[in-house]
C-alpha cells in the first residue's frame, strides 16, 4: 500500500464506520415497537376491566397516567433512534419541524424535553395512587429538582442556540465538514 492510498482507505473506512449506529438505532426501533405493543394491549385490558366494573373511575384515571407514562418511554426511545440516525445515517427523512434534528445538541435539547415531560407524569402518577405510606414530598421534591435543572439546561441551550456572538453553528460550519458520502 502506497502512502497515499492509505490516508484515502482510513478516510473512506471512518466514514463508513458510522453505518454501525444502525445496529443501535434497530435495537432501540425495536424496544419502541415493544414497549409501544405492551401500552397497546395493557390499555386495552384496562380498559375492558373497567367497563366490567372491576375498576373504579379513580383506578382508571391512575392507570390510564400510569400508561401514558410507558407511551412516553416509548417515544423517549423512538425519539432516541430517530436522533441517531438523523446524525450518522440520514439527516434528511422526512418528519415534523420540532422532531427534526440535526446536530448532537438537537438531540439532546429534545431528550430532555420528554425527560421533563416523563418525569412529571410519572410523579403525577405516584401522587393519584399515594396512600400516605411513602415520602411522596422527598420524591417530590427530587423530581422537581431534575426538573428544574433540565429545564435550566434548555434555557442555556436555547441562550447559546440563539446567541449572535456564538463561536460555532451549522450555519458557519466549515464546507466540508457533516458531509455524507
Do not use: C
Not at 92 to 107: K, N, V, Y
Not at 108 to 137: E, I, M, Y
Not at 153 to 174: G, K, M
Request: no cysteine; charged share 15%.
Amino acid at each position: 500500500m502506497t502512502g497515499a492510498k492509505t490516508p484515502r482507505l482510513i478516510r473512506r473506512l471512518v466514514s463508513w464506520s458510522r453505518f454501525i449506529i444502525i445496529v443501535a438505532v434497530v435495537g432501540l426501533f425495536v424496544a419502541f415497537v415493544a414497549l409501544m405493543a405492551s401500552f397497546a394491549v395493557t390499555l386495552v385490558q384496562r380498559i375492558l376491566e373497567a367497563l366490567g366494573g372491576e375498576l373504579s373511575q379513580k383506578e382508571l384515571v391512575s392507570v390510564m397516567v400510569q400508561e401514558a407514562d410507558v407511551a412516553l418511554l416509548a417515544t423517549v426511545v423512538y425519539v432516541i433512534a430517530l436522533g441517531l440516525y438523523s446524525l450518522f445515517v440520514d439527516d434528511d427523512i422526512p418528519m415534523p419541524a420540532w422532531l427534526r434534528i440535526h446536530t448532537l445538541s438537537d438531540l439532546k435539547n429534545l431528550l430532555a424535553s420528554v425527560v421533563v415531560v416523563v418525569l412529571a407524569v410519572l410523579f403525577l402518577g405516584l401522587a393519584l395512587t399515594w396512600d400516605g405510606s411513602d415520602d411522596l414530598l422527598s420524591l417530590g421534591l427530587s423530581v422537581g429538582a431534575v426538573i428544574a435543572s433540565l429545564s435550566f439546561f434548555l434555557w442555556v441551550s436555547h441562550r447559546e442556540a440563539a446567541s449572535p456572538t456564538r463561536n460555532h453553528s451549522p450555519d458557519t460550519a466549515d464546507p466540508g465538514e457533516g458531509e455524507r458520502s
